[in-house]
């Protein structure tokens, strides 16, 4: 902000791509559901397993 107005195709590209997710709830929940569903007796489910896994169980969350 300070020097905006100095640069401001540099301050409007700040703006747009370096811009800080205020809060990353979604993605450690994500990482939470992924750590519930693989366990030390599923260690060895391959990764298109998991994803069909968390999508499934999303769905069912969601009352899809």
Known sequence: QLNGHHFPVW???ARDYLAVLATSVSSERAFSSAGITITKRRNRLKGDIVEALQVLKSA???NL
């Open 11 to 13: 301050a409007s590209l």
């Open 60 to 62: 069912f969350r969601n």
